[in-house]
């Protein structure tokens, strides 16, 4: 279905703005989706973007046509997931996105294990710790750790997550132990996770008096947080984590707990999808499986 193909293709170009951008995502070479883009302009009579130097932006035309098109595409991946359901199979592309840290260490080494189970399926991962709007980015399954905020979006729970305070011996050779929240916030340096449309920072404490959120500072902030681990090695400062992402670091001592009679809150580890998408077959296996496999991971550690 070519012209299908090259639908999607300029959606994707549209969503993330650059050819060489929405091929990738489709797993195309520039030169391909740039092609994709020729043959629908040149089927069309219109030019959809236009280009410069630095940018590539949808004409009027362009837009409106997007707008459309997005419809089309929507409706063309709901029929297929009904169509679907009247097979015994899993098969089709998945979406995925996660954070850095959960993807990494608990969801891609589940993959091949999804994939070998269903052989029909392919999964295709973008791990980011920013915020993904997963409609605009056309995703299935997008994993989270925390609290999420989207309620037009199923939620399936996993596992909770147990979350640290550490640092490396050197800081605490240099600064000392932190004794109580108030100490963090004026003689302490927190390494924090941070990215664009995100200017605070909270950390959740337990304290005898219940959960208590601080409006922690530091001066190294990073969107990556496997950057804040390497801060927290080097003993930059103090970094809250999931025990999970962190573990190997505390078994071998590099890294060690502080502040463990007010621990930080536990978080959430789920998923989140769209509750149309749960009618396709491939989407409730990857989702099923990942639960359960998930689930294991976490309690393992």
């Not at 080097?234 to 890294?255: C, S, T, W």
Request: charged residues 25%; aromatic residues 8%; proline residues 6%.
């Amino acid at each position: 279905m070519p012209y299908i193909e090259s639908l999607r293709v300029f959606a994707r170009v549209v969503e993330l703005g650059s050819i060489t951008s929405g091929g990738r995502d489709l797993r195309l070479t520039p030169a391909v989706a740039s092609k994709r883009i020729k043959e629908l302009e040149a089927r069309l009579g219109v030019r959809l973007f236009n280009r410069t130097t630095r940018s590539i932006i949808p004409t009027e035309v362009g837009q409106m046509f997007y707008e459309q098109a997005k419809k089309v595409l929507d409706s063309l991946d709901e029929a297929e997931a009904v169509v679907a359901n009247f097979s015994d199979t899993p098969r089709g592309v998945i979406r995925v996105t996660a954070p850095l840290g959960v993807g990494r260490r608990i969801i891609a080494p589940l993959v091949p294990e999804f994939v070998k189970a269903y052989p029909e399926t392919e999964v295709q991962m973008r791990l980011s710790d920013r915020a993904i709007d997963m409609m605009s980015e056309r995703l299935d399954v997008a994993f989270f750790v925390g609290t999420p905020k989207d309620s037009n979006l199923k939620l399936r729970r996993i596992s909770e997550v147990e979350r640290v305070l550490v640092a490396a011996p050197s800081y605490i050779s240099e600064h000392g132990v932190p004794e109580s929240p108030q100490d963090l916030l004026k003689n302490h340096n927190c390494l924090l996770l941070r990215y664009p449309r995100s200017p605070e920072y909270f950390w959740q404490l337990q304290t005898k008096n219940g959960l208590r959120k601080l409006e922690v500072s530091g001066k190294f902030d990073a969107d990556d947080s496997d950057v804040l681990t390497e801060w927290a090695l080097a003993g930059h400062g103090i970094a809250n984590k999931p025990r999970f992402d962190i573990v190997r670091h505390l078994q071998n001592g590099d890294l060690v707990e502080v502040m463990t009679d007010t621990p930080p809150s536990a978080s959430i580890f789920g998923c989140l999808y769209p509750h149309r998408k749960f009618q396709d077959p491939k989407i409730r296996a990857f989702v099923d499986f990942m639960t359960e496999m998930g689930q294991k991971a976490v309690s393992d550690t």
